[in-house]
């Protein structure tokens, strides 16, 4: 069960990224405001797959499940880099462009 929760989230991961790709390319969303509602995700899909690997976690085998709150932690700390990333990347083209502008007058 836990390949199950780890492939939809590589899938929503991948499937926000295409959707930013896709409305910043239409001129949509900003890069910006995509990188923090990636910030704002992260914790509710570290707390939700952290949740669920506890849920689906067998106790049976004698262990305590802190595993299963290692992997949400670690899920949500990939959706947080991610998030940096795309705000960082969002930061750097808005100076770029800002910088290009000043140099034009």
């Known amino acids: 069960m836990d390949v199950i929760i780890l492939w939809s989230f590589i899938f929503l991961i991948l499937l926000l990224n295409v959707a930013i790709g896709v409305f910043y ?27 669920l690997f506890l849920h689906f976690y067998d106790f049976s ?3 305590t499940g802190e595993g299963a709150g290692y992997g949400g ?8 880099a991610n ?6 990347i969002g930061i750097i083209m808005w100076l770029v462009r800002l910088f290009r502008r000043s140099l034009q007058k």
Not at 73 to 80: S, V, Y
């Open 83 to 88: 998030g940096i990333v795309i705000l960082a």
């Open 73 to 80: 932690a670690f899920l949500g700390l990939i959706t947080l």
């Open 25 to 51: 390319k239409n001129g949509k969303l900003n890069l910006i405001f995509s990188g923090l509602i990636m910030l704002i995700l992260a914790p509710i899909i570290g707390f939700t797959s952290g949740a």
């Open 61 to 63: 085998s004698g262990g």
